[in-house]
Every structure is written in C-alpha cells, then in structure tokens.
C-alpha cells in the first residue's frame, strides 16, 4: 500500500512540475505543442521562431536557434509531433529547418542551414557574414546518429545516417547513410522488400 501511494505522489509531482514548466514556456514559442518538453537546454535563441509539435523531447544541453541572420524575411525550425532529440544537439536555422514526424536523432548532432563565409583571408571567418545555404527537411521516422552533421542539406524519409556522417548533398527516402562526405550503402527495395546493398550513387549492387 505504501509503495503505491508513493508511487502515484510521484507521478502527481511529476506532472505538476511539467505543467508548470509547460505554462510558463508555452509564451515563448511561436508553438510548443502538449506532451513537449525540454530537458535543461543550452540556449534558446529566437523562441519566437521556432515551433515544437506534440509529444516531443529535447535532451539536455541541446541549443535550438531560429534566427534571421541571412537578410531571410523570416526563420522558422519546426519540430514535427513526436520527434525525439537527443543530448548536446545544436540545431540552427537561419532561414528553415523542419523536421517531419517521429524523427530520432542521437547525441552531438549539428544540423544547420547556413555556413560562415571565408572569402576574404585578410578578416578572420568569425568576423565575415553568415552564407545561406539550402533549407534543411528530414522526413517522417528518419533515425539520426551520433556526432552527425547535416549541413544545408535534406534526408528523405524512413532514413538511417550512420554516425559520425557528415551530409552536404540531399539523401533520398529510405535509405542508408554513412561516411563523410556521405553516400549511400543501402536502400529499401519495394521489389523485394527488403534492403538492399547499394553503390555510392544508390544504385543497387547486382
């Protein structure tokens, strides 16, 4: 008896504290859907930019930024319903970054839209504009690795990128990424059914 009343105290506290911390964030957001909830982030910058859906979390040390750095009219990162981030990401939009639903991503993943220029070698690159790449899409169910980095560039659906990957160049729906700069080592085969070993280019190995 004991222990379930404990147990059932600890869960009323639990969500107390959540409905505190979602009362008093939910302000901040352009939205912050029910069910979110981030765990002692890094920084936030441009909250007002950013939009989290339902039933999604953000691990610590995490640093989101949605700012308009690049002369965009405007910056938007929007995190589909029950996307799950995971620790010490920093994910930064200078123009859009948008992530589908239910899109798993490991520690120390660095996902961005925009790049420091370095044209100019009597300035140092701290000092010289921010480059606006490609906006950045990753699709429903994709599953991110750690020590990723997606750098102006989209992944389709249903994706696997292999840790320590660094992508520059669009990865299509249902494949397997791996590498730096990335290419693909294994796509979903509808005729099949089943995954299949692929060439660098995507193409199937015979």
Known sequence: MYNRLKKYVSRLFSKL??????????????????????????????????????????????????????????????????????????????????????????????????????????????????????????GDGTWIGENVCIIGACIGKQCVIGSNTVVTKDVPDYCVAVGSPAYIIKRFCFDSNRWKLTKQDGSFVD
Do not use: M
């Not at 505190?20 to 765990?39: A, D, E, T, V």
């Not at 910058?45 to 989101?64: K, R």
């Open 17 to 138: 504290r959540y409905g505190y911390w979602y009362l008093r964030n939910k302000p901040r957001f352009r939205q912050l859907g029910k069910g979110s909830y981030i765990k002692k982030p890094l920084k936030i910058d441009g909250a007002s930019n950013i939009e989290i859906q339902a039933n999604v979390i953000i691990g610590a040390g995490t640093w989101l930024a949605s700012l308009s750095l690049t002369n965009c009219d405007r910056s938007s990162l929007i995190l589909g319903e029950g996307c799950v981030i995971g620790n010490y990401n920093h994910i930064y939009a200078t123009s859009r970054i948008e992530f589908g639903k239910n899109v798993l991503t490991a520690d120390k993943v660095y996902i961005s839209d925009n790049s420091h220029e370095y044209n100019d070698i009597t300035v140092p690159v701290l000092k010289q504009p921010i480059k606006q790449l490609k906006e950045v899409f990753i």
